[in-house]
């Protein structure tokens, strides 16, 4: 899937990983989410392209603030 592939889809739901995915991905950390699209597609931050553990979304607002 390349990035333009994701352009139109709709978000349903942002939520965090279960501890069961967690265990499926190896990943001992905590605090990582995951975005599900309209048609099944899942995306998860990951602290490198290797998934070694979970990452961080950085989310700048329209007016100007910074969550994270």
């Known amino acids: 899937?390349?990035?333009q592939d994701l352009i139109g889809k709709k978000i349903l739901k942002f939520e965090p990983l279960t501890?069961?995915?967690y265990?499926?991905?190896?990943?001992?950390?905590?605090?990582a989410w995951k975005?599900?699209?309209e048609?099944?597609?899942?995306?998860?931050a990951s602290s490198?392209?290797?998934g070694n553990d979970g990452g961080s979304f950085f989310v700048f607002t329209p007016d100007g603030?910074?969550?994270f």
Do not use: A, K, Q
């Open 19 to 21: 501890p069961l995915e």
């Open 48 to 50: 490198d392209e290797e």
């Open 65 to 67: 603030s910074f969550r």
């Open 39 to 44: 048609d099944g597609t899942v995306i998860i």
């Open 23 to 31: 265990d499926d991905m190896g990943w001992y950390g905590g605090g």
């Open 35 to 37: 975005i599900v699209l």
């Open 1 to 3: 899937m390349e990035p």
